[in-house]
């Protein structure tokens, strides 16, 4: 399993505009579907920073990333 376990993912699709830019970032993580809009893919081998890095590439802050140990929000960046 990748780093995705040790993370909280949440897409906001309200506010998702589905550009697809966080499933180029992290194809393993990040899926568009018929409703052109991100879904995660729990069972993703991506790294912990792939996934961060796709979070921060949204440019709507859709991606909400949250460390499950600490709770620290990653994404977005306050
Ligand atoms: S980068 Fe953001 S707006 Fe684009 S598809 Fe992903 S979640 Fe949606």
Redesign the pocket.
């Known amino acids: 399993m990748g780093d995705i376990e040790k993370l909280k993912i949440i897409?906001?699709r309200d506010?998702?505009?589905?550009?697809?830019?966080?499933?180029e970032?992290a194809p393993k993580t990040?899926e568009?579907d018929d409703d052109e809009?991100?879904v995660v893919l729990n069972n993703s081998t991506d790294d912990r920073e792939c996934i961060l890095d796709?979070g921060k590439?949204?440019?709507?802050?859709?991606?909400i990333i949250e460390d499950k140990a600490t709770g620290k929000k990653l994404c977005p960046e306050e």
């Open positions: 897409v906001d506010e998702c505009i589905g550009d697809g830019l966080c499933a970032e990040f568009i809009k991100a796709a590439c949204c440019p709507v802050d859709a991606i």
